[in-house]
């Protein structure tokens, strides 16, 4: 999507997390010099803080024995171009959500590369 959609005012942020076996912080730095857009900027989530807020802010369904909800991983939040997301504060809710999660169908559309960039583009251009 970073190479369809040349706004230079359009900003990426990847938050990389641990879910699966193989998931460390030298596998998101890895990843993340695979992405060398200078609109991206990149974070570690090793303690999965912000996945379980987004998670909760979301609404997934639980995964995990104990949780009232799931993790957010695998998930494509867009917002506006002035939403706030004051430090030390909750996420705010996005403005366009999609995602690539088991359970999740009812909440939002799984990714769809078009879809998102059509919905990202609209906000770019308001």
């Known amino acids: 999507m970073l ?3 040349p706004a230079r005012t359009l900003r990426a942020y990847f938050v ?6 193989r ?7 890895a990843q993340a010099t695979r992405i060398p857009d200078p609109r991206v900027t990149h974070f570690w989530d090793g303690d999965r803080a912000l996945g379980w807020r987004l998670g909760e802010l979301l609404a ?8 009232s909800h799931g993790v957010a991983w695998d998930v494509y939040l867009a917002y506006a171009r002035r939403a706030g997301w004051p430090t030390g504060r ?9 995602h690539q999660l088991w359970g ?6 799984r990714l769809d ?5 059509g919905r990202i583009e609209r906000l770019l251009a308001k």
Request: neutral net charge; proline residues 20%; aromatic residues 10%.
């Open 60 to 67: 997934l369904p639980p995964r995990d024995p104990g949780h």
């Open 23 to 29: 998931d460390d912080f030298a596998a998101a730095v």
């Open 3 to 5: 190479e369809r959609v």
């Open 16 to 21: 990389w997390l641990p879910i699966l076996p």
């Open 113 to 117: 590369g078009a879809t998102l960039r």
């Open 90 to 98: 909750a996420p705010p809710a996005p403005t366009f959500w999609m």
């Open 104 to 109: 999740a169908n009812k909440l939002a559309p």
